[in-house]
Nanobody
Framework: QVQLVESGGGLVQPGGSLTLSCAAS????????IGWFRQTPGKEREGVIC?????????LYAESVKGRVTISRYDFNNTVYLQMKSLKREDTGVYYC????????????????WGQGTQVTVSS
């Protein structure tokens, strides 16, 4: 069964850090571009960052996260991680990982497989 499962979300104070995981089953993450997206209250789903098959990374639409997030892929456990630091209240939302057969693109429609999402809440 082809599946992506996110985990690691939760409640974190402003200025804190959080690492999200995206575990794949039924396919190899290294064969696809993997993107992290988020949907914050009142907004459409937006891209955060992606990692290509060769390991290159690229920030997507969410300009506000630049310098505060990194993405990494570990083939041994078929998992992609999103490390976030200096979190702000406006980072609150549901975070999704997704797989694409194309390049690192911002458009969610470019991604063919999605996880169910994990909630991140930044609050004191």
């Amino acid at each position: 069964q082809v599946q992506l499962v996110e985990s690691g979300g939760g409640l974190v104070q402003p200025g804190g850090s959080l690492t999200l995981s995206c575990a794949a089953s039924g396919f190899s993450l290294g064969d696809y571009v993997i993107g992290w997206f988020r949907q914050t209250p009142g907004k459409e789903r937006e891209g955060v960052i992606c990692i290509s098959k060769d390991g290159g990374t690229r920030y997507l639409y969410a300009e506000s996260v630049k310098g505060r997030v990194t993405i990494s892929r570990y083939d041994f456990n078929n998992t992609v991680y999103l490390q976030m630091k200096s979190l702000k209240r406006e980072d609150t939302g549901v975070y999704y990982c997704a797989a694409s057969g194309f390049g690192c693109r911002s458009a969610p429609t470019s991604y063919i497989q999605w996880g169910q999402g994990t909630q991140v809440t930044v609050s004191s």
